[in-house]
């Protein structure tokens, strides 16, 4: 509840809707989407590197944990 309340929960949807567009675009996506897609997710990577140094590393392990296969890792 605190989340909400000080709006801190967006920062965390942003980390949860990247992982899961990962998996969607492994899972689903044919090779022209995932072309596609690969940009937009290196530039919303970048952003959440930018704006949240102290979770990235965290972040960054459940997203390579996800391009190896693993499923619904979340924050």
């Known amino acids: ?7 801190a929960e967006g ?12 998996e969607w675009l492994d899972d689903f996506a044919s090779p022209e989407t995932k072309q596609a897609a690969e940009k937009v997710i290196e530039q919303e990577i970048s952003e959440i590197k930018k704006i949240l140094p102290k ?18 890792l979340y924050f």
């Open 1 to 7: 509840m605190d989340l909400l309340k000080t709006g």
């Open 11 to 22: 920062k965390f949807c942003k980390l949860n809707a990247v992982l899961t567009f990962r």
């Open 55 to 72: 979770t990235f590393p965290q972040f960054n392990e459940y997203y390579q944990r996800i391009k190896n296969g693993e499923r619904d």
